[in-house]
């Protein structure tokens, strides 16, 4: 199985293109969020969206939950993929079908505890993966991503073992770590952003290492 990469919190095309030029399969453009790094202006957003190849998905971060919000929000910036950072009701997924054919979905929970199997198994009917992450939704001000902290990954196995759908990983993943996490929790795909920043800025020696680190991965998963 090849485990797709996606490098999140993208800033610009230059690092777009980096991003892609090392190998990524997917990249993160996260729009406003009550914290965190990396968001950009919803314009910047559809122009990275508009140059990917057709190879990489487009993931959009919105932190919105109201479903004419999101269905707004995803038709301005163009991605291909939505990610809603945080908990929404279920008539957010059957806009988002209606209002935007062949968009695909994907619901972040965040692993704070074993809870977090149920509320997977809660949303894996209506959404097209899910991505494990790190943040806390009920801080005084909410953490929805880009922590760089890793969580428990006996729970995130547990969560793919039971899942109907592809499952990605994030949180605190580094070039020096994914291997381990790849070969602990076996998801589809493994989601970073500060990890391979250096002053803020992706670093394209860093993404080579993660990258080559996953795929070294995948070969001794192979055999």
Known sequence: MRTRVKVCCIQNLEEARTAIA??????????????????????????????????????????????????????????????????????????????????????????????AIAAAQRVAGEVDAI?????????????LGGTGRAHDWRVSRRVVEASPV??????????????????????FGVDLCSGVRTDGVLDPIKLRAFVAAVRGADLRRAH
């Open 131 to 143: 991505l494990l992450d790190s943040g806390r939704p009920s801080a005084a001000v909410p953490e």
């Open 166 to 187: 592809p499952v990605f990983l994030a949180g605190g993943l580094r070039p020096d770590n994914v291997g381990a996490a790849i070969r602990q929790v076996a998801p």
């Open 22 to 115: 090392q190998g990524a399969d997917a990249l993160g453009l996260v729009a406003a969020m009550p914290s965190g790094p990396g968001p950009i202006p919803d314009e910047a957003i559809a122009e990275i969206a508009a140059i990917a190849p057709p190879a990489v998905a487009t993931f959009l971060l919105t932190s919105r939950t109201d479903p004419d919000d999101v269905v707004a929000h995803v038709i301005a910036c163009g991605t291909g993929v939505v990610q809603l950072v945080d908990a929404v009701p279920v008539a957010v997924y059957h806009r988002l079908r209606a209002a935007c054919p062949g968009l695909r979905i994907v619901q972040v929970i965040h692993v704070e505890g074993p809870d």
